[in-house]
């Protein structure tokens, strides 16, 4: 795929490059922007992949929103990243994407993750509530202690206590869809009167 390097936008130290269908990061950004930038939007692409990004090594933003990045992300090792925005992408693991991110990104105090279905809202399903999404909240705050903000809301004292003391235990399980086949199945046989095999 040809790149029309004008369509970036810098100011500053900030580097723009928003809905133009990229699928990938073109090989012209890292060398020409990559150690000037501090702030990087890529939102509104087809991106699969951030590999391209080794280059911004002093990048503390890094805005995501409305790609194709899944659970298969990979992110260069990014230490001032402090702020990093996933929203509306196509994450559905959140344990590994918290894991890889607590590696790579030690400064992150601000993270965003909504419309994925890795955050159970309402934006994404409508069988999911506020006690769903707190669960979500206490899980990441488990994974990510140094986070100050987690979507759109500040991370509370207490929130960060409740983290603490059961964030291991919330992390929410979707069943695989022959279970939720087979939980259908007798749930309908069994209010049916038919034996289930």
């Known amino acids: 795929m040809a790149y029309n390097e004008s369509v970036v936008v810098v100011n500053g130290s900030q580097v723009s490059c928003i809905g133009h269908d990229w699928e990938d990061?073109?090989?012209?950004?890292g060398p020409k922007y990559g150690e000037m930038a501090r702030r990087l939007d890529l939102s509104f692409?087809?991106?699969?992949s951030l590999t391209g990004l080794k280059a911004f090594s002093q990048l503390e933003e890094l805005i995501v929103d409305n790609n194709l990045l899944g659970n298969d992300l990979w992110l260069p090792r990014l230490p001032r990243l402090h702020t990093l925005t996933l929203n509306k992408n196509q994450f559905t693991d959140i344990e590994a994407?918290?894991?890889?991110?607590?590696e790579v990104t030690s400064a992150l105090e601000y993270l965003s993750l909504l419309g994925n279905?890795?955050?159970?809202?309402?934006l994404v399903?409508?069988?999911?509530?506020?006690?769903?999404?707190?669960r979500y909240r206490y899980f990441v705050l488990h994974k990510l202690t140094k986070l100050k903000f987690l979507d759109t809301r500040r991370v509370t004292q207490w929130e960060r206590s409740e983290a603490?003391?059961?964030g291991a235990f919330m992390k929410v399980?979707?069943?695989?869809?022959?279970q939720l086949a087979t939980a259908a199945n007798q749930s309908f046989c069994h209010a049916s009167g038919i034996p289930d095999k």
């Open 173 to 178: 399980v979707k069943p695989k869809n022959d």
């Open 45 to 48: 692409n087809q991106l699969r």
């Open 117 to 122: 279905e890795a955050c159970p809202n309402q």
């Open 125 to 134: 399903s409508m069988d999911k509530d506020e006690d769903d999404y707190q």
């Open 25 to 29: 990061i073109p090989d012209f950004l």
């Open 97 to 102: 994407l918290l894991e890889h991110l607590a």
């Open 164 to 166: 603490e003391a059961r």
